[in-house]
C-alpha cells in the first residue's frame, strides 16, 4: 500500500519561509517522478512543483519560480519544498504526490490529470499579510 505523509506546512508571516516534506513508502520511490500540488476552493488543481526520478530535472509554475526549490533524498524516500517569499496567496493545502509510470517526467506529473494519481493527506500552509 503506498502511503505518502506530508508535514511542515504551518503558519507564517509574508515573507517568511517554510519547508515540507513527504516521506513516501510502498512504493519503489526512485522510480517515479514526485511532486508537490495545491488547490484552493473554486481552483483548479496546480501542480506547483515536481522533480525527475534521480535529481536533476525539475518543474515549476509560473507562480512559484524563483521563491520554491525542490529536492529528493531517494536514500530517506523523501522530496522536500523549500518555500521562501511567501505570499498570502501561497495560502493552501499542499499534497505530495505522484504517478507510478517510469516514464512520467516531471513535467508530466506537474501537467497532466489523465493518470493515476497517489497523494498524501495534505500539510496546510498559512501566509499572514
Known amino acids: 500500500q503506498v502511503r505518502m505523509a506530508e508535514s511542515g506546512g504551518g503558519l507564517v508571516q509574508a515573507g517568511g519561509s517554510l519547508t515540507l516534506s513527504c516521506t513516501a513508502s510502498?512504493?519503489?520511490?526512485?522510480?517515479?517522478?514526485m511532486g508537490w500540488f495545491r488547490q484552493a476552493p473554486g481552483k483548479e488543481r496546480e501542480g506547483v512543483s515536481c522533480?525527475?526520478?534521480?535529481?536533476?530535472?525539475?518543474y515549476y509554475a509560473d507562480s512559484v519560480k524563483g521563491r520554491f526549490t525542490i529536492s529528493r533524498d531517494n536514500v530517506k524516500n523523501t522530496v522536500y519544498l523549500q518555500m521562501n517569499s511567501l505570499k498570502p496567496e501561497d495560502t493552501v493545502m499542499y499534497y505530495c504526490?505522484?504517478?507510478?509510470?517510469?516514464?512520467?517526467?516531471?513535467?508530466?506529473?506537474?501537467?497532466?490529470?489523465?493518470?493515476?494519481?497517489?497523494w498524501g493527506q495534505g500539510t496546510q500552509v498559512t501566509v499572514s499579510s
Open positions: 510502498g512504493l519503489t520511490f526512485g522510480a517515479y517522478a
Open positions: 504526490a505522484t504517478v507510478r509510470r517510469t516514464y512520467y517526467n516531471e513535467y508530466d506529473l506537474c501537467t497532466s490529470s489523465y493518470e493515476s494519481y497517489d
Open positions: 522533480i525527475s526520478r534521480y535529481p536533476g530535472s525539475t
